[in-house]
């Protein structure tokens, strides 16, 4: 496995309810991006996080937020949530190095598989 | 805004025929293309990354192609196996940076 953990695995919410979705990234990792995986499609980008700061977003609405830690947790917040927010969350971690030294592979998370009823 | 392409969403082959999966990206920046395998309820892992400086990239049974003018790259298994049976994403991004997915290839490979 790849070393990058998710928790809760499985979560049920009602809409309008809120949610925070956790993530453990591989040791070293400096950057942590989300992606919501709705039933059949492929993984949507939400954003992205380098050295605690968001430096890259898709095309998601202000009420989905995220955090970064020093300890290479990370976290997504969906507000407001709405019957078309359930999907599979999944967290990839990797390492942004700015003299160069980046690595492009992404590894993922198992997911956190949430349901808005 | 940035878009991938994926052909077929659905292929069945007989075990040891060839497959190949198609896709085509938009963003010109793009410079990295990964390719995920995600069996049911797990999570997508790496099974091959070509990056625009190369033209072709073999690992064993996988190979995968990148034609930058085009800006067309293709995933090809020989001597398919049942195990191969699984979705199959194409993507693309700048370095590593706000990856774009396909939508996915559901590959049936029949013992």
């Known amino acids: 496995e790849t070393g990058v953990t998710q928790s809760p695995t499985h979560l049920i919410k009602t809409r309008g309810q809120q949610v925070t979705l956790r993530c453990s990234s591989q040791?070293?990792?400096?950057?942590v991006s989300w992606y919501q995986q709705a039933l059949g499609q492929g993984p949507q980008f939400i954003f992205q996080?380098?050295?605690?700061?968001?430096?890259g977003r898709g095309n998601f609405p202000p009420r989905f937020s995220g955090l970064q830690f020093p300890n290479y947790s990370s976290e997504l917040n969906v507000n407001a949530l709405e019957l078309d927010d359930s999907a599979l969350y999944l967290c990839?971690?990797?390492?942004?190095?700015?003299?160069?030294?980046?690595?492009?592979?992404?590894?993922f998370g198992p997911g956190t598989r949430l349901l808005v009823l | 805004g940035e878009n991938v392409e994926q052909h077929p969403s659905t292929l069945s082959v007989q075990e040891g025929d060839s497959a190949v999966i198609k896709c085509t990206y938009s963003?010109?920046?793009?410079?990295?293309f990964p390719w995920y395998k995600q069996e049911l309820g797990k999570r997508p892992q790496l099974i091959i990354d070509?990056?625009?400086?190369?033209g072709e990239k073999k690992d064993q049974r996988i190979a995968v192609t990148l034609n930058k003018t085009a800006k067309h790259f293709s995933l090809h298994i020989t001597e398919t196996q049942p195990e191969d049976s699984a979705v199959y994403f194409c993507?693309?991004?700048?370095?590593?940076?706000?990856?774009?997915f396909g939508a996915g290839t559901r590959l049936f490979v029949k013992a």
């Open positions: 996080y380098y050295r605690e700061e968001e430096n």
């Open positions: 990839a971690s990797t390492i942004y190095g700015t003299s160069g030294g980046q690595k492009e592979t992404q590894y």
């Open positions: 993507a693309a991004s700048q370095g590593g940076f706000k990856t774009i």
């Open positions: 070509i990056r625009s400086n190369v």
């Open positions: 963003d010109s920046a793009s410079n990295y």
């Open positions: 040791s070293g990792h400096n950057t």
